[in-house]
């Protein structure tokens, strides 16, 4: 039998000082047994209010606010709390308060008011406020540091508990380069989705040091990265290892070429990535070795950008062959080797956390990434295998 209890009290009454009206206490008892539970029940609420000491509960001098009490619920003041930690890391992550109520679906105003009162309780000031938006304060940075990882460690909590019903739900985070999210981890994806659709995906394109970021700081399960220098905290499950190509339009000068030097391209007007990309590092690196300076048409943070300037066939783009197999099918870019000893071989990894355990959802996906490698490295090593038997024969 469930026993509820409702329960208000003065102001006075309550350590956590909110707002709440008063209203008489009853309770209906019709046994010993059923009193017991009833008394158990109050000291347990009243535990409850003892932990929201400093918490704002709801405003207005003549607000009304109820417990109930079931043995199975968390105290309200441990979700009060958790409330308070999520809008927090919502606003710090957005730089903006209306940016992290959309986000969470509230009132701007509901977002304002539970930070006013993290900060009243810490007595510490997390944010600069300004019309642009805002920014933590170093405080702010330190409590923020804190705070994330006890919302992480709470998802993990979650994603355990959904290992215990095998894949029927469950979420996968995945960090990976713009690239190949067009065209190759979609169709990995879906294939995936087809077998469990109740495994849900978020994704986010960034660069090759923003995914490993992503990794080291527990936002992402999974990463697919470029070029990415070694790290003891990182391991690589899976790598594809293809040279860099000179991307041109079918009507381009180049485009019948069937190989390019280096020397030839550091005149030629040109889209890039940005630095951050590893793929822009082994390109400047390759340049340097003809020019110390040279000047890109256009420097962006988007792949398909460059890939959309080469179309036009007034600039030239460099990416491997597995972030435009899409195009080359098409018709539309034309891929030329470069004979250059840095764009030889590029690496598209799959990495995850070493020490950090992945969901079951997580173990699932990475075994369908690992297979679509191994699926991309199969002609590769055939063709490595025919080569070297061609060898063999000749000094026989």
């Known amino acids: 039998m469930r026993t509820i209890v409702a329960v208000s009290a003065t102001r006075d009454a309550l350590p956590c000082g909110a707002d709440i009206a008063t209203k008489p206490r009853q309770t209906h008892v019709t046994s010993p047994q059923h009193e017991a539970t009833a008394v158990d029940a109050l000291l347990r609420i009243r535990h409850a209010l003892s932990l929201a000491r400093g918490l704002w509960i709801t405003p207005g001098d003549n607000a009304r606010f109820f417990l109930y009490f079931h043995p199975a619920l968390a105290t309200i003041c441990d979700i009060v709390k958790l409330i308070s930690l999520r809008y927090f890391n919502e606003v710090a992550a957005l730089g903006s308060i209306r940016r992290a109520a959309e986000q969470l679906h509230v009132a701007p105003s509901a977002v304002s008011r539970q930070i006013a009162q993290l900060e009243r309780d810490l007595d510490m000031t997390l944010f600069f406020r300004s019309k642009a938006g805002v920014q933590l304060t170093n405080a702010g940075e330190v409590y923020w540091r804190q705070t994330r990882r006890v919302l992480l460690d709470l998802t993990h909590a979650r994603q355990s508990l959904d290992d215990m019903r095998g894949l029927r739900r469950g979420e996968v985070r995945l960090y990976v380069i713009e690239g190949i999210l067009f065209d190759f981890v979609p169709r990995i994806i879906s294939a995936f989705h087809a077998r469990y659709p109740g495994i849900q995906f978020t994704v986010h394109t960034a660069s090759t040091d923003q995914i490993v970021a992503a990794l080291m700081e527990r936002e992402a399960d999974i990463g697919l990265t470029f070029n990415a220098a070694p790290r003891a905290e990182i391991q690589v499950i899976e790598e594809f290892i293809e040279p860099v190509s000179c991307l041109v339009a079918p009507t381009h000068r180049f485009a019948d070429a069937s190989l390019l030097k280096m020397s030839s391209l550091v005149d030629e ?112 090593a055939a063709a490595a295998h025919k080569r070297a038997r061609k060898r063999v024969s000749a000094t026989t």
């Open 269 to 380: 007007p040109m889209a890039l990535a940005e630095s951050s990309f590893g793929l822009r590092q082994i390109v400047e690196k390759a340049l340097r070795r003809y020019r110390n300076s040279f000047a890109p048409v256009i420097t962006t943070n988007s792949l398909e950008l460059t890939k959309a300037m080469a179309m036009t066939g007034t600039m030239i783009a460099f990416l491997p062959m597995l972030n435009v197999q899409r195009e080359l099918a098409e018709g539309s870019l034309r891929a030329i080797p470069i004979d250059s000893k840095e764009l030889s071989e590029s690496r598209t990894s799959v990495c995850i956390h070493r020490d950090r355990p992945l969901s079951f959802a997580g173990r699932e996906f990475l075994k369908a990434l690992r297979e679509a490698f191994q699926a991309l490295n199969a002609p590769t």
